[in-house]
């Protein structure tokens, strides 16, 4: 089933923070979070872990609380490159075949 | 560099013609993905292999057929009996991220926009 993404948009000055939500109604052993910018491929940027681990790219940041089976992407001081559609990626199989399920993407718009 | 090529990057079919999308990766990931694309919907798992000469469905594989003969190599039919074949299509590979577990990380290729006509 595909995780739900909040916002589905979001419009920002340069320089301004963003949230972007991702839930899941399974249990998940790891979420993963891409960027796509218009007419290319996504982009990896982090890894959540079970565990909640939290882990950081550049202004980037993410959270994962693995009871509420929920992760959110933190956006600091957004710049001008950070537009694009963000994904997320949850993986709530089991067994060796291991494949994500993605949202259906928060299409963020940084203005100057 | 290393990376995924998916061709072509345009292609226009009439209806009832089959089509194949190529992809080819040099990163020798022992995995290798297909999803679609559709506005609004994000990307949807159609196809996936772990290994040379195995793959399994994904949510979507109804229409579609693949084959595994090389470790480099993951091609895509489009068949006559996909209903709704215009999309984006991206070709994914994946290696496994050192002993952590969990899903492997993607690296994509830079997609097919297929459209039928």
């Known amino acids: 089933q595909q995780p739900v993404q909040s916002p589905q948009a979001v419009i920002l000055r340069e320089g301004e923070d963003a949230v972007i939500n991702c839930s899941s109604s399974?249990?998940?052993?790891?979420v993963h979070w891409y960027r796509q910018k218009h007419g290319e491929a996504p982009v990896f940027l982090m890894i959540l872990l079970k565990g909640g681990e939290q882990k950081g790219h550049e202004k980037i940041s993410a959270s994962f609380n693995e009871k509420k089976q929920q992760s959110s992407l933190y956006l600091t001081a957004s710049q001008l490159s950070y537009s694009g559609t963000y994904f997320c990626?949850?993986?709530?199989?089991?067994?060796?075949?291991?494949?994500?399920?993605f949202g259906s993407g928060t299409q963020l718009t940084v203005l100057p | 560099d290393g990376g995924i090529t998916q061709s072509p990057k345009y292609l226009f079919r009439k209806e009832g013609q089959n089509v194949t999308l190529s992809c080819e990766q040099n990163?020798?990931?022992?995995?290798m993905y297909w999803y679609r694309q559709d506005p609004g919907q994000g990307l949807r798992l159609i196809y996936y292999s772990q290994i040379v000469n195995d793959f399994q469905k994904g949510d979507i594989a109804e229409g579609y057929s693949v084959s595994r003969e090389k470790k480099e190599s993951f091609p895509l039919t489009v068949t006559s009996a996909q209903k709704n074949p215009t999309a984006f299509y991206l070709c994914?590979?994946?290696?496994?991220?050192?002993?952590?577990?969990?899903?492997?990380?993607?690296?994509f290729g830079a997609g097919s926009r297929l459209t039928v006509l």
């Open positions: 399974k249990a998940l052993y790891s």
């Open positions: 990626g949850t993986d709530s199989t089991s067994g060796s075949a291991r494949q994500l399920t």
């Open positions: 990163l020798n990931h022992d995995a």
């Open positions: 994914a590979s994946s290696f496994n991220p050192g002993g952590r577990g969990g899903a492997n990380v993607l690296t």
